[in-house]
């Protein structure tokens, strides 16, 4: 098993719509979660991070649950510029710097 | 945050040879990073890169193949060496802590 597991995509969805990301991790002691953006051809970049119970910004809102070990992300009125791939990422437990990215998950907004 | 550039930001290069990709930041960083990402596939932790000590290396990649400088705290270099063409692939330095920040990437192809 994947220690990042992401949904596979990729989602195709009107402007407007809202989409809603999931991602599993298999560490159970892993302490900070993190969503990524990357443009195509382009460097990773964070987007939000999750602590504890989870955050929102704007129209995004990441969600952290522990007892099932699994972070979403949901995008709501979706734009055409969220097309990107969107990378979950645990950090390993007792050790800040290890970073482990799942796989991503594409989507793409249409008008 | 972290202004980083990379260079080459990509190369073409002939199986057997060895190439050497640099990472400079705008600021002074205890630990750099490097990274893989093949295609269409998320991005593989390589090694942690430290100032002044040998770089630590993740299940799966050896000093021989992929030997790092760390000369001061604002550069670093990764070599990929007698290349194939599974070398084929984006590497990526980054620093930071939870939040990382990405250097643009260097697209190598291995023909």
């Known amino acids: 098993r994947k220690e990042v597991e992401q949904d596979p995509g990729p989602f195709n969805v009107p402007e407007g719509a809202t989409v809603a990301f999931n991602c599993t991790y298999s560490?159970?002691?892993?302490?900070?979660f993190f969503w990524y953006r990357q443009d195509c051809r382009k460097e990773p970049k964070l987007l939000m991070s999750?602590?504890?119970s989870g955050n929102e910004d704007g129209r995004f809102t990441a969600q952290l649950n522990r007892a099932s070990q699994y972070i979403s992300l949901l995008i709501r009125d979706s734009k055409l510029s969220d097309s990107a791939t969107y990378l979950c990422?645990?950090?390993?437990?007792?050790?800040?710097?290890?970073?482990?990215f799942g796989a991503g998950t594409r989507l793409t907004v249409k008008p | 945050s972290a202004v980083i550039s990379q260079k080459p930001s990509r190369d073409i290069c002939q199986r057997g040879t060895s190439l050497t990709i640099q990472c400079q930041v705008d600021?002074?960083?205890?630990?750099m990073f490097w990274y893989r990402q093949q295609p269409g596939q998320s991005l593989t932790l390589i090694a942690t890169?430290?100032?002044?000590?040998?770089?630590?290396?993740e299940s799966g990649f050896v000093i021989d193949k992929f030997p790092i400088s760390r000369p001061n705290l604002t550069f670093s270099t990764l070599t990929v060496s007698n290349m194939s063409p599974e070398d084929s692939s984006i590497y990526l330095c980054?620093?930071?802590?939870?939040?990382?920040?990405f250097g643009p990437g260097t697209r190598l192809t291995v023909t």
């Open positions: 980054s620093v930071g802590g939870n939040e990382q920040y």
């Open positions: 560490n159970s002691a892993s302490q900070s």
């Open positions: 890169a430290n100032q002044g000590s040998e770089a630590t290396y």
């Open positions: 600021s002074q960083v205890t630990m």
């Open positions: 999750v602590y504890s």
């Open positions: 990422v645990v950090i390993r437990p007792y050790n800040n710097n290890d970073m482990r």
